[in-house]
């Protein structure tokens, strides 16, 4: 009785799952930049203000906002690429993973090319080693697609948290002030 042909597994539905937590990432990350966008245009304007008010007032530049604006920028930008440094031990771990892989399908698929003694035993064996093959890659892209877009959020993430505190501290600032004359 003949063998019933076993068809070849297709690696996309095992890449389902992590593209589809590859692309929440990336819609939080889009998400996180929005707002970014909005607290930094936010912050921009009440700053532009009282620059304009101090180029009437000198005595308005020793205002600690003036030098404020420098070091809160420094400082998320130093925290963004400690997290984005972090985070590429990923990459690294999934370029490990795939050359792994690739490497021990190339020498199951040498050993097993060796030992058939048929045409059809070799076309199995180099189907089997594309089969493998091409898995690993697909898992290695959604693995750095999802790894690509943590590392957006992690880079973005203090960058966004200092744009909305300054914009939230200058609105309150802003209103007190207001209130006041």
């Keep these: 009785m003949p063998r019933a042909k076993r068809l070849p597994t297709a690696p996309l539905p095992q890449a389902l799952p992590k593209l589809a937590r590859a692309g929440a990432e990336l819609t939080r990350t ?3 930049a929005g707002e970014m966008s909005v607290a ?6 009440y700053r532009l203000a009282m620059m304009a008010e101090a180029a009437a007032n ?3 530049w020793t205002d600690p906002e003036f030098t404020l604006m420098g070091r809160e920028k420094l400082e998320a930008v130093a ?5 984005v440094w972090g985070g590429l031990g990923a990459f690294q771990e999934g370029w ?3 050359s792994t892989k690739q490497a021990q399908a190339a020498g199951e698929a040498m050993a097993a090319l060796a030992m058939m003694p048929t045409p059809v035993g070799l076309a199995e064996a180099q189907r089997r080693f594309a ?3 091409l898995a690993g890659a697909c ?3 959604t693995g750095f697609a999802l790894a690509a877009s943590r590392l957006g959020g992690l880079g973005l993430a203090p960058i966004h948290r200092a744009a909305s505190d300054n914009a939230r501290r200058l609105a309150r ?3 007190a002030l207001m209130r006041r004359g």
């Design 30 to 32: 889009a998400a996180q």
């Design 40 to 45: 930094a245009g936010t912050t921009i304007a």
């Design 58 to 60: 000198p005595l308005a």
């Design 79 to 83: 925290e963004a690429g400690v997290a």
């Design 96 to 98: 490990f993973r795939w």
């Design 131 to 133: 089969e493998r093959s």
């Design 139 to 141: 898992s290695a892209a």
């Design 173 to 175: 600032e802003r209103q």
